[in-house]
Every structure is written in C-alpha cells, then in structure tokens.
C-alpha cells in the first residue's frame, strides 16, 4: 500500500504547468535573497506588454443592424463581407432581451493565447500601434494555432478561406482601406460607424474574468432624452 501510494504522489507531480513553476521558484528566489535571478528568468520568458486600446460593448443599446461589421470588413478586406469582419455580431432568436444578441470582439487579452500558441509569430504585440495583438499575414501559414488557441467562443482569431491567413482585429492600425489613421492612438471604424454608439474605445484594461468588464453601460443622457432607460 505504501508503494502504491508513492507512485501515485509521483504520478500527480509528475506534471507542473509554467504558472506554477514560476510561482514556486519565485518563492522559492525571494525566500533564499536570489532576486536578481528571478528578474533575470522573467526576462528570459519575456513578458508580453499590455495592449493601449479596447472596445467595450453595451447589448442594451445595440440593435444587431450589423454596421460594425460591414464597416469592419470594408476597411480591412475593401469589401462588403461579414465573413471577413473582424467584429462579429451574435444574434439568439430564442434569447430574451438584453440576452438576444452579443457582440464577439477580440478583447486585446492581457494574456493572449493566439501570440503564445503562434509557431511562426505571425500573430504579435505590434508595439509601434500600442501592442495590439495583430496578424503579420506575410508570416501567418494559415495552420489556424492562433483560432483553436483563443479561449473564447467563438474564436476571437478567425479565418479567411479565401486567403489561407488568419484574421483579427487589430483596432483599425492596419486597415488598409481606411483614410484614417487606426490604433490605440486613431480611431476605430466599428465605434465611428455605431449609429447608436454602442461600441466604446478605451485605453483602461477591462476586466479579464468573463465579459462583465467588456459589457458596459452606455446608456447616457441622449438615450434618456429618447425615453428610453438608462439602467
């Protein structure tokens, strides 16, 4: 019993995850005054920097008209394809309001999964538009890492057939059909083409654990005007 029960403690610690080899050398590090050397490892796995820009959603004030997307896919593919939006608008038939329709926008995770799972790091912090996680399509090999790597459904990190390379949203930096200029420190076709300004640019960083700090109030003064409530 005892060497069944050993090999099963062995078993169990057999595996440990990066985070929690992190978290016990760093105990470890600071318990014996070996900080520099901890420093020095953190460098070495190379912290990703947090992105400076994104959008926040209100599904009270959206009416599922699909205007973000259109608008997404014209500025980027320079067509009128919802396919290729990088913002995708979800409507349920048998969802009640407000519950009805959701907005699925990559949400620039302070964590990014599709960066991590790259092979080609074609997917990166594009740290001349401030760090938005973004898609070189010069290096994507279309091997859909980065679509099957997003934690959320759908995948943030879509797929054009038609070009064999994968999609995201990129905050407009790259939109190459756009007049104006993108990014955390432009403008964003999806919020300038809201006709209900449902969609918000933001530099503050949400939330990360589930979408309550994407789904925000923007129910203001001009929608009380309306008669419509604001709470």
């Not at 302070?110 to 401030?130: I, R, S």
């Not at 859909?144 to 459904?153: G, I, N, R, T, Y």
């Not at 756009?178 to 949400?206: H, S, Y």
Request: proline letters at 6%.
């Amino acid at each position: 019993m005892g060497d069944r029960g050993n090999r099963r403690r062995k078993k169990k610690n057999a595996h440990i995850s990066r985070r929690d080899f992190l978290k016990f050398t760093g105990t470890v590090a600071i318990g014996a005054g070996v900080l520099p050397r901890l420093i020095w490892l953190d460098d070495a796995i190379a912290a990703i920097p947090a992105s400076e820009g994104y959008l926040l959603f209100d599904t009270k004030k959206c009416q599922g008209c699909l205007s973000c997307m259109l608008a997404c896919s014209l500025v980027h593919e320079g067509t009128e394809n919802l396919s290729f939006a990088r913002i995708q608008i979800l409507q349920n038939s048998f969802g009640k309001f407000p519950d009805d329709l959701t907005m699925a926008q990559c949400r620039q995770c302070v964590e990014p999964a599709c960066v991590e799972a790259c092979p080609q790091k074609a997917l990166y912090v594009d740290k001349k538009n401030g760090n938005v996680r973004t898609v070189d399509a010069k290096k994507c090999i279309g091997c859909k890492s980065c679509v099957q790597a997003c934690p959320f459904e759908p995948s943030r990190a879509l797929w054009n057939p038609d070009k064999k390379r994968a999609l995201k949203c990129d905050l407009c930096s790259g939109a190459p059909f756009w007049d104006k200029k993108g990014g955390p420190k432009g403008k964003q076709a999806c919020v300038e083409v809201c006709p209900l300004n449902a969609i918000q640019f933001t530099k503050k960083i949400p939330g990360q654990k589930g979408d309550t700090g994407y789904k925000v109030n923007l129910r203001g003064a001009e929608w009380k005007r309306l008669g419509y409530p604001t709470d």
